[in-house]
């Protein structure tokens, strides 16, 4: 039988070539592809009875048409309003911009609408509406809605999800054994499949989607365990042979002393280094933590034993950074240093790949440019990545495979749940620095209306002319760099007149690297007071001497990004601030400003976070840097995830998995997930 993924689109009636293309832009190659693009939500337009519902609720109810509609027109827009009656129930309907649907609107007729319901006046404004002498669509269903885009319109999706299911919902395999369906009483997953699309019901829709994210989540960890067990004992990774003396005379050279938690760390790290097995480790700490010169330490073990180090960054200015301070750390013992990145071009770039290659170069520090094709090293040893989140796994094993088997170190300031990251990484360790340097004073977090602008205008001034430095953050405009630009723009020229005797400086996105290189090196330097930036600061920056942030529309960000901002902060001996200035108009906002305030703590932040967007939200992983599933939240679905990794576990054990014809699926599923390749899985 045709396999799904073999099927091209333009088997499914209904779509042409101009639509499949636009369906490759959400990763829709084949039929397979897009009876796995599932809904994120319902629009439920199942009918209600209108003694049951409550002022401002979204409902649908069945209608009679009574009496004559009223049509008001005003130049291009038009109101149509007509009495209708629902049980005894007598209510005005009210459509906008529907003026076609006039004569329609016959006295005695029935007729479904559906629309926000506002008790007090009797009235609905009504977004859909259905006669069901015509024949019904929607009305008295779960409606999926698909995240879509460009030409493709959620109807049309809707209408060719319908069509895909009739033409090759019975081709659909059962791919999980017996065993397991049965074991949680699952739905086979054909009918899974069709449910999450198309749910009779809510208890189906969940029944399926339940059915579902066990799949994914099974299927991923039976692709970490086959992995293991292929791999199991093989000691073919670098070792590197330095000794405790050598190490302690750079712990020693550094600025300051490590604190416990950084020490407990360090000899995880070189106990790895040393082992002839592969390290893979997980280094998290809250922002501010110290964690680069963890980093530095493992690097200065790797230069030692013989080998040559890269140090990988999400931004030009993170990597600027980190090569300065390495190089710092570095200089007196005699180990170079060097820097790639996008703007590293020409006879410069030609210079250092050759050192590179020749391993004239102990440590390369950069960005993405890293994993370009014509970047080899002599002997890479070790691999950190910064900020892990903001790489793909790809990225980041493309690296690894410019050496032999080196050792990796992935840094986050993201902070995951040990048990999590224990059962979503597999085979990762995890490290975790839960203190921050001694001595540095809590951050104080104030949350301010924007009247009171003024106030913090003031703040500015009080910590500029202490020789300190703030950042302002503009506004995130989503979806609009542009418009973000021009935020920062129109606030540095409000700026630079409210503040004539400091220098303000500006930071955005669409300026050059070598411009914003320049910006950074300034405010480094204490030459720029006050920086104007966009959300390009959100990583890693380090400046200590800077005590103060002020988020403007603080509640447009993200917990976890408004967190990160503030990180920029509190890196120094001196006393600093975060002031958000919002006005927030949802409960969210709002509750985002109290948890802001509440706490400067990343890991109640992150906790707190999780309880704010709650299960349910699919995409809520996004930002963690953990894996992501079309359904699953590793999160939300954690309890899933641990019995998936159990059943995963046992079934590689047995020995029959291995050779049973009913396993041969899912050793198909293998082979086309290149486990047999001995692919590294991160
Ligand atoms: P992050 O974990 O956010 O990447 P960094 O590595 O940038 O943090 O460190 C934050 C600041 O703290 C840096 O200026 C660094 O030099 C400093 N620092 C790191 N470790 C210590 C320590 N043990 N004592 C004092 N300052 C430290
Ligand atoms: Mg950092």
Redesign the pocket.
Known sequence: MLQLDQIPLKQIHGVSALKEGELHAFGIFNVQDMLEYYPFRYEDYRLRSLSEVKDGDKITVQAKIMGIPVLQRYGRKSRLTCKLMAEDWMFTATWFNRHFLKDQLTSGREIVVTGKWDLKRMQMTVSDSEFPDKGVARSGTLQPVYSIGGKITQSWMRKTMNQTLQQFGEMIPEILPELLVRKYSMMPRKKAITGIHQPEDNREGQEARRRMVYEELFLFQLKMQAFRALNRGRADGVVHTVDNATVREFVRSL?????DA?KKVELEILHDLRSPYCMNRLLQ?????????VAAIGLFATVRSGFQGALMVPTEILAEQHMR?LQKLFEPFGISVGLLTGSTTGKKRKELLASLQMGLLDIVVGTHALIQEDVYFRQLGLVVT?EQHRFGVNQRSILRRKGYNPDVLT?T?TPIPRTLAITAFGDMDVST?SER???RIPISTYWVKHDLMDRVLGFISREVDQGRQAYLICPLIEESEKLDVQNAIDLHIQMQQAFPNYHVGLLHGRMTPAEKEEVMRSFYANEVQLLISTTVVEV?V?V?NATLMIIMDADRFGLSQLHQLR?RVG??SHASYCILVADPKSEVGQERMKVMTDTDDGFEVARRDLDLRGPGDFFGTKQSGLPEFRLADMVADFEVLEKAREDATDLIKDSSFWTSPQYEVLRGYLQKEQIFQGDLID
């Open positions: 600025p300051f002393e490590l604190t950084q700490g809250d922002v501010g933590s110290g964690k680069t010169v301070s910064d840094m300031a620095i340097p001694k001595g890693g380090d200590p990180g890196r120094g």
